[in-house]
């Protein structure tokens, strides 16, 4: 059999593989075709077949947990017909997943099987480190790559300065300044970009002029921005898949107001490499990197080498991140409940003791 895989439907632009051509293999035999799936809608999707676009419905897909629900980039095998319906997901490879609004103890799947995760973030506003630090962490545990786009240069008072702080942000990412209404690095940027692209970022981050000036053409809606605090309204409204002229998809996301992390240990020991790596240092195994001697680092804060700023964002996001794992994780919940039985105990006869005293 040949090395060389030949594509006749011509989904490889979507991102069809040869891993998933053999994944989809008893599908087939089963008289379904694959589709990737564009946008989710009320119960039914736009999706990409070899034939071209479908509208198919979702019924026999539902599950009550949000992580196994489809979203935009995934993989199925449709039932062609009258009335097309998607019956079966394949395997992702990488998902952006954050813990749900409803603060139920699920995870929201943003998009699926992506190779590049853009976190958009405006020059025409003041950085907020502890937000990048958050998308950097949902980018890092989705399994892809993520990359800083600073966008609006045109607008910007002081991009080096702006460039040089995610720096110190971001370590192992690579950055880029970019102006949609200009132009500049556009051209770099689409050089980078490969496979499956997803734009993340806040309202007003200007991923939607990004993400036309990547598709050389207005097909995402944009909007003003509030000039108190640079942030806008959510013109993109829901998850889109499309293709870019050079090769590859875009998915293009609302910007994200709330982001609270979903079992992302991996991704905040990526976004936290430099403290990871100096925790290595320290004379205590268990170091909490406050008082304890020997702590490398607090020697860094001291030495003017780490902010302490940045250590308090590591801790609360390390704290949030188990809160969540907590919630889907019997024995953890069970240590917490006991624990909190015991303090109450403690309390109570701690009352009680008191009053027989008086």
């Known amino acids: 059999m040949s090395n060389l895989f030949t594509d006749p439907s011509g989904l490889s632009r979507y991102g069809w593989t040869e891993p998933l051509d053999h994944a989809f293999a008893e599908h087939r035999e089963a008289g379904l075709v694959p589709a990737r799936i564009a946008r989710v809608d009320r119960g039914l999707c736009d999706a990409i077949t070899e034939s071209g676009p479908v509208r198919a419905g979702l019924a026999a897909l539902y599950s009550p947990d949000p992580l196994l629900a489809p979203c935009t980039g995934d993989w199925a095998a449709l039932r062609p017909s009258h009335e ?64 800083i786009v600073l966008t609006k240069a045109d607008l910007a008072t002081d991009a080096a300065a702006v460039h040089a702080e995610a720096s110190t942000l971001a370590p192992g990412v690579d950055i880029l300044v970019t102006s949609a209404a200009t132009g500049q690095n556009i051209d770099v940027l689409t050089a980078l970009l490969s496979g499956t692209t997803v734009l993340l970022g806040s309202s007003g981050a200007g991923k939607s002029s990004l993400g036309n000036a990547l598709l050389g053409d207005e097909l995402l809606a944009t909007g003003e921005v509030r000039a108190q605090d640079g942030k806008g309204r959510h013109t993109t409204v829901r998850r889109e898949l499309v293709p870019l002229p050079g090769g590859g998809v875009l998915i293009d996301t609302p910007g994200l107001r709330a982001i609270s992390l979903f079992d992302a240990a991996d991704g905040l020991e990526q976004v936290f490499a430099d403290i990871e790596s100096l925790a290595q240092d320290c004379r205590f195994a268990d170091c909490a990197h406050d008082t304890e001697p020997g702590c490398a680092v607090q020697a860094a804060i001291q030495a003017g080498e780490l902010t302490q700023r940045r250590l308090d964002s590591y801790r609360k996001l390390q704290r949030e991140n188990a809160w969540s794992a907590s919630r889907t994780d019997a024995r953890l919940r069970g240590e917490r409940t006991n624990r909190q039985k015991a303090i109450t105990s403690h309390l109570r006869a701690t009352y009680k003791f008191r009053e027989q005293q008086s």
Do not use: C, F, M, Y
Request: cysteine-free.
């Open 84 to 147: 097309p319906e998607l019956v079966a997901l394949l395997p992702r490879h990488s998902a952006i997943v954050r813990s749900s609004a409803s603060r139920t103890s699920h995870g929201q799947v943003l998009a699926a099987n992506i190779d590049t995760v853009v976190v958009a973030v405006s020059l025409a506003a003041p950085l907020d480190a502890a937000r990048l630090e958050r998308l950097l962490a949902l980018g890092w545990d989705s399994g892809a790559r993520p990359l």
